[in-house]
Each structure stands twice: as C-alpha cells, then as structure tokens.
C-alpha cells in the first residue's frame, strides 16, 4: 500500500481535527473560571489554519502537515486543561 499524497494526507488531518476538537465553542464555554492557557485564541489559530487548507490552491508540504498537527496538539491540551473536552 503506497502513502497518500500531501494533498490527501492533510485533508484527512483536518477530517480528524473536526472529530476529535470541538471548533464551535462559544466564547460564554471557554471564558468561565479560571483560564490555563487562552481556549479561544487557539480556537481561532486552529480554526484559521483549518479554513486556509481547505480553500488554498497551494500544495501543502509535510512541514505544513507537522504545523497543523503541532496546532492542534496544543490546541487539545489547553481545551483539556480547561475542562472544555474529556
């Protein structure tokens, strides 16, 4: 079995991020209590990253691929520390 493109491989990436990431947070969820890290503003860089890959024309490469991946990671962990998933 060959590896899938960049191309592939990256809209399988986003596929997974809109899974297992609740990018639809309203702000009242993120902003009550105490913030370990700002939940909204990640939100929004992933969200962004997410909306460029989708619409771009451009071919992303696997440095791309490693960026959305490591936004995301961070993304889920400061969601994680905030109690907004499980």
Do not use: F
Not at 31 to 57: H, P, V
């Amino acid at each position: 079995m060959s590896k899938p493109d960049t191309q592939t491989a990256m809209q399988a990436l986003i596929t997974h991020i809109q899974q297992v990431i609740p990018l639809n947070l309203d702000e009242a969820q993120m902003c009550q209590g105490e913030c370990l890290g700002c939940s909204k503003k990640m939100l929004e860089m992933l969200d962004t990253e997410i909306s460029y890959w989708q619409y771009s024309a451009d071919t992303p490469g696997l440095k791309d691929l490693k960026h959305l991946e490591k936004i995301a990671t961070r993304t889920h962990k400061v969601l994680k520390r905030n109690h907004l998933i499980g």
